[in-house]
Structures are given as structure tokens and as C-alpha cells.
């Protein structure tokens, strides 16, 4: 059965969504965009950095298959991704950005995730936003730490972007009569930029000493 979720799809097959399927390449940028970024501060071999742009790369090819087959196995692979991401973001910034111990942010991390599937079991409100309230929030108040405690306003940035980019995906069932191919494309291209920039809030802000010196991205 084909899941009709987007204001872009009007029927099955897979080409029903090419906007919303093309735009994911974004996620693809992203990736790129992190690992150079890393290169440069040299932290490229932090497993850490290295597992958050797999997920990336994994959000973005399981949101093309959502887009491309609407099926309930691509929604599953469009949704873990962006889950596991959300977790081990959650969980390197508790241990490398605070003091919290490995008990403290193992606990923060199950109270999120128990937030989390607690807001999706209203999917029909927001058209199903309200499962990201959760992380806006948690976002907002780490980036607002961050921007306090370090001067770093790149969490924050990331924060501001990401309600802009729930904004989109809330309205994009609304505003069909008047735009029919939605907005669920502008919350792929901002996520990307929320992406890249919360991974970026784990690096150091200058480059590691023994760092090669390489070109910005």
C-alpha cells in the first residue's frame, strides 16, 4: 500500500514525489561537507564524527526510498536513521560537551527516547511534527548552553533552523491548494544545514595541533 503522507504525491509510483525525492541530496552534501570540515580540524578519525556521517548519509538514502516507494518499510527506513542520530548526537555531546558520567548520560539519553515515542503517538497533529518537539527543544537548550558557556552559537543556529524547518513540514498538507508541490522539500534542505551544524558543535573550534593544514569547506 502506498502511504500518501506529502503534498507532492498524488498517487503511487516512484516517480509520484521527485522533489521531495531529488532534495535529499542535501543529506549527501552534508556528509561531505562534515568530513571535510573534520579533515581540516583533524578529528576525520574520530569515530564519533565518523558515525554521525554515516547517519547522515543514512537519513538521506532512507528518505529517498520513503519518497520513491511510500511504502511502510521505506518509512522505517526513513525514520531510524534520523532516531539513531538523534541518540548518538545526544549521547557524545552529554559525554564530550558536560560533565555527565556514562550512568547520568545513558539515563538523559532513555528519557529522550521515551519522549520521543511518547510524541508519536499523535501522528495525525502538526502532520506528525509533534514527534520532533522533543529534539527542538533539547537542541535549543544545548545550543543556548552552548552559546552561554563556550561563545559557539552554532547549536543555537542549528535550533533556530530546525523550527523553521518543523514549520515547513507542519504547513505542507495545509498549503497544497495553493502550492502543490509543498514544502516537504525546504525540511529536507534544512535539516542537512541542522545536521552538519550540530555535528559541527563536537568538533573543536580550531584545528588539533598535529592537524594538516587544509582548505575550509
Known sequence: ??????????????????????????????????????RRLGVADDPGIGALTALV??????????????????????????????????????????AAGAATALLLVTLF?????????????LNGSLAYAPTLVVVLLLGWRERRRCGRPGLLTAGVVFSLSLLMRSVDQLLCPWLPVGTHLLWHLLNAVVLALATAALMPASPRPDAAPEAAP
Open 113 to 125: 527516547l521515551l519522549a520521543t515515542l511518547a510524541s508519536r503517538t499523535a501522528p495525525e497533529l
Open 1 to 38: 500500500m502506498t502511504l500518501d503522507l506529502y503534498c507532492e504525491r498524488l498517487g503511487p509510483g516512484l516517480l509520484a514525489e521527485p522533489v521531495n525525492a531529488a532534495t535529499n541530496a542535501a543529506f549527501l552534501v552534508a556528509a561531505w561537507w562534515i568530513q571535510a570540515r573534520a
Open 57 to 98: 548519509v543514512a537519513i538521506g538514502v532512507g528518505s529517498t526510498l520513503f519518497h520513491t516507494f511510500a511504502t511502510t518499510w521505506a518509512l522505517l527506513a526513513d525514520v531510524l536513521p534520523i532516531l539513531l542520530f538523534q541518540l548518538v548526537f545526544l549521547w557524545l555531546y552529554l559525554r564530550r560537551r558536560t
